[in-house]
Every structure is written in structure tokens, then in C-alpha cells.
């Protein structure tokens, strides 16, 4: 029953209001444009190689519909494995009850709704996990082989999910198997093999740099937000923590804006939240008789995937597998009351859905297409746009344009005329307002067209920059 309401919820609601980085690896996907990417290396060929045979078909799907079919079906296959995982070190119950935990936070369900790139791999890092419970109790070769090889397939998914991988080591370490630590290194080196045996065929040759340059590429661009420990991540790290659990976002004041009546829920849930967790925390009890090696492990991924997280600006995408991390770990340190686990659960579920699945399944927020229809059919005007991202990648997506020159943050640019849509878009508290400065003096010289949109109407104007 469980399982039947999650994969409603997963297949049938997905996100009409993708983010930028969603559309574009779909497009790239769409157009086999960017199949080995340095960022996520085997995620945007195994979509491709799955999507082929169904166009070949006619079947009658869209790239980003079909993407989050199949996220879907590992975020389905991500919450059994975790079931099975506790289920071997824990009761049924508390299995259940944080699988049901797990599968309701936010982090999880914004990322199985969207085409983006973080479920595959959390679900082969959840499969590592499990064979390392197998391990750690039964200390059989096989199983090291095959967590080895689930933590290697998972970092090549997504290279976030090499800490988990390390934190698996340390729990190793912890059982000093010092053999076993060995053999694990020695799979895992799938990976930086695979890292170069793909620069060596994409650039002809093999170097240090170049095979540096393309693991980290994406802190040697000018387009890295990433500026080490400071103001925005003492902001961020926080509300992205959060938000791996519930949803918090400037969209939630244009949706009470909207439906007044959500004020109830907007109180309710919140006060059910704190009281259901208060009475969770003091129902609970320290378990005596956990596994200390999983314990460990889960610890030390749950850390050192925060740690990397705020070090990046708090980004909430490299937080999504902690909930995971975190329901692994209690289900060995605590005697947890199921029953309030599930009432807690409920109450995030229901906030989650109310937040932010149901508006981003059945609005179209910002209209954001539109203005990409825009810029496409004047290719020789240049824009500033609010989410230059997002129109970019849509542009990508609906016309087969990889390169958008026309297209440009405020920010980024100097003085001369530009259309743009920032001066009544509603622009709500984002993590966009910390990373791009959107402020910039500019006259408004004319009203070129409104934009109709379920957030709020707004229009493009023609505007001067000085």
C-alpha cells in the first residue's frame, strides 16, 4: 500500500516547472548532444540508450516526461532496497516507518519529479549500503565485490556520491579488514579509470592536467558559484539543510498570495511538526545492541556530504541523499516510537505536496516558455533575463539550439539595449537572489509584450543598461 501511494505520486506528478539544468540535460539527452559529462559521467548515455529504442517506437512521450519515468522507478527501487537494508538490522516496523520517512522528504521527491540527474545514483549508493550490512555481519568476498561495485556505479552516476563511497571505506576501516580495504580500493579504481579513459578518447591524449581539469571542471569555469566559506554559505547551508526535508521558498508566500485558505495548513502543519517530533524525540531511547560499523559509515557519508554540500554555497542537490544517510544511522543508534515516525512523515508528505508537488505539477509558475518562444523568434535581439539559465536550456530543448549567445544575467552585462523580463516578473526568495546580483541601473525605454502566467502577469521591456 505504501509503495502503490509513492509510486502515484512519483509517476503521475511530475514537475511542469523544471529548473534550468533539468531541461538542459534532457535536451542534451533529447539530442545525444553531451552523453559522457564530466559532472554526472554515465547518467546522460544511460538515458539515451533507454530513450532511443522507445522514439524508434513512435511511442508518444516527451524527453522529460520519460526521464522522470524513470527516476521514478529508482526512486521506487532506491525506497525497497532501503527497506531491505534496515529490515536486516532493525524490525519491519522501523524499516517501514523510515523507509516511509525517507521517500517523503523533499530533497528526494523534487529530484524524482524533475528531470535531473540525482536519483540513479543515490539508488546505487543505497545498494552499496546494503550490501555493506550484509558484510559487516557475514563478511563474505562477494558481498564487498558488489558494494564496491554499487559505490563505484554510483559516483560515475554522479561524482557527489564519491563521499559516500569513502564513508563505506571508513567502515571498513572501522572492522579492520585491512585485506578487505585492499580489494575495495583496488574496484573502486573503476572509477578514475573509466574518468580517463574518457578524456584520453574526447581529448587524444592523457595528462595530469587534463584529467583534473575535467573531473573538477566545473570549479575552473567562471561559471562555478562556488567562492569557499563565506556570507552565502552561512545563509544557504542552513535553509538547503532544511529543505532536504521540507520545502522552504519564496514560492510559498505567492501560493498564500493566491489561495488565502492554504494559510491553514501553512499554520497547522508546522505546529503538528514540532509537537509530532518533540513527542518522537522523548518516546525514544539509545539503542545498546546497534551495528557500530554502520553506524560509522553512515555517520561519516551524512558528514562528509554536508560538509562538501556547504562548501559549495549550501547546495541543496548535494544534499538530497542525507535523509537516507541519517534513517540508516538512527535505525542502529535509537529505539524509535514508529508510530510517530509515520505521523511525522505524514505531516512533511503532506507540506511537501501541498508546496510544492502539486503547484509545480499543475502551474505553469512563471511562463518562463513563453519568453524562450520569444527569444527564438527574435534571434537577433539580445536579452537579460532573470533565470538566463532556464531560457537557455528551454531554447536548447524546444528548437535544438546548444549555443543561446543572445541570452545574459543582468549581471554579466555592460551598457546597450537589451529585452528583458525583470522589471515585474515576480521574483521570489530564492537561492538565486545570493548567487547572481540582479541589480544594475537601466531606464525602461518600452513595453514589447505580457507574459501571462499563473505566479502573476508580467512583460517584456526594452530596456537601456548604464
Not at 571542471?217 to 544557504?236: C, E, F, Q
Not at 532536504?244 to 502543519?269: C, E, M, N, R, T
Not at 562528509?304 to 542502529?332: C, K
Not at 543582468?410 to 516578473?425: H, K, Q
Amino acid at each position: 500500500m505504501t509503495m502503490a501511494f509513492f509510486a502515484i505520486v512519483y509517476l503521475f506528478l511530475p514537475s511542469n516547472n523544471m529548473s534550468g539544468d533539468a531541461v538542459c540535460y534532457a535536451a542534451d539527452i533529447k539530442y545525444g548532444y553531451e552523453l559522457l559529462h564530466w559532472h554526472h559521467l554515465l547518467y546522460n548515455g544511460f538515458m539515451w540508450l533507454l530513450y532511443r529504442p522507445v522514439e524508434a517506437l513512435g511511442v508518444s512521450i516527451g524527453i522529460t516526461a520519460f526521464i522522470c519515468c524513470i527516476n521514478a522507478l529508482f526512486s521506487l527501487s532506491t525506497l525497497a532496497v532501503l527497506y531491505a537494508t534496515i529490515k536486516r538490522i532493525a524490525s519491519e516496523q522501523t524499516a517501514l516507518a523510515l523507509t516511509v520517512f525517507a521517500g517523503s522528504c523533499f530533497g528526494f521527491l523534487r529530484y524524482t519529479l524533475e528531470s535531473e540527474v540525482y536519483i540513479p545514483p543515490l539508488f546505487f549508493s543505497i545498494v552499496s549500503s546494503y550490501f555493506f550490512v550484509r558484510y559487516s555481519t557475514e563478511n563474505r568476498l562477494s558481498q564487498l565485490l558488489f558494494m564496491a561495485l554499487a559505490a563505484s556505479l554510483a559516483c560515475l552516476f554522479h561524482q557527489i556520491h564519491l563521499f559516500w563511497g569513502i564513508a563505506l571505506f571508513i567502515g571498513i576501516a572501522f572492522l579492520k579488514r585491512y585485506r578487505d580495504l585492499c580489494i575495495y580500493a583496488a574496484v573502486t579504481l573503476i572509477v578514475p579509470a573509466t574518468y580517463a579513459l574518457v578524456v584520453f578518447l574526447q581529448d587524444g591524449y592523457l595528462t595530469f592536467d587534463n584529467f583534473s581539469h575535467y573531473i573538477a571542471y566545473y570549479y575552473y569555469t567562471p561559471a562555478s558559484d562556488v567562492s569557499g566559506i563565506g556570507l552565502k554559505n552561512l545563509i544557504m547551508s542552513p535553509i538547503s539543510f532544511v529543505r532536504s526535508f521540507i520545502q522552504l521558498h519564496g514560492d510559498i508566500a505567492i501560493q498564500l498570495s493566491l489561495k488565502p485558505y492554504l494559510y491553514v495548513l501553512a499554520v497547522v502543519l508546522p505546529i503538528a511538526a514540532i509537537y509530532l517530533l518533540v513527542r518522537l524525540v522523548r518516546s525514544s531511547s539509545a539503542r545498546r545492541d546497534g551495528n557500530r560499523a554502520v553506524i560509522i559509515a553512515h555517520l561519516a557519508a551524512f558528514l562528509l556530504q554536508l560538509l562538501f554540500a556547504i562548501y559549495s554555497d549550501g547546495n541543496t542537490e548535494f544534499m538530497v541523499m542525507l535523509p537516507f544517510a541519517l534513517v540508516i544511522m538512527l535505525s542502529q543508534c535509537c529505539n524509535l516510537s514508529n508510530r510517530y515516525v509515520v505521523w511525522l512523515a505524514s505531516v512533511m508528505l503532506a507540506w511537501n505536496l501541498t508546496f510544492s508537488v502539486l503547484p509545480n505539477h499543475f502551474y505553469n509558475q512563471y511562463a518562463t516558455d513563453k519568453f524562450s518562444e520569444y527569444v527564438h523568434d527574435h534571434p537577433d535581439a539580445e536579452f537579460v533575463a532573470y533565470d538566463a539559465g532556464s531560457v537557455q536550456a528551454l531554447c536548447f530543448l524546444k528548437y535544438g539550439e546548444p549555443e543561446i549567445d543572445n541570452v545574459f544575467y543582468l549581471c554579466d552585462v555592460s551598457d546597450g539595449e537589451f529585452i528583458t523580463d525583470i522589471i515585474d516578473r515576480p521574483t521570489p526568495f530564492n537561492r538565486m537572489r545570493f548567487v547572481k546580483d540582479i541589480q544594475k541601473n537601466y531606464i525602461v525605454l518600452d513595453t514589447l509584450q505580457t507574459i501571462e502566467a499563473d505566479y502573476g502577469n508580467y512583460h517584456l521591456c526594452k530596456i537601456r543598461v548604464r
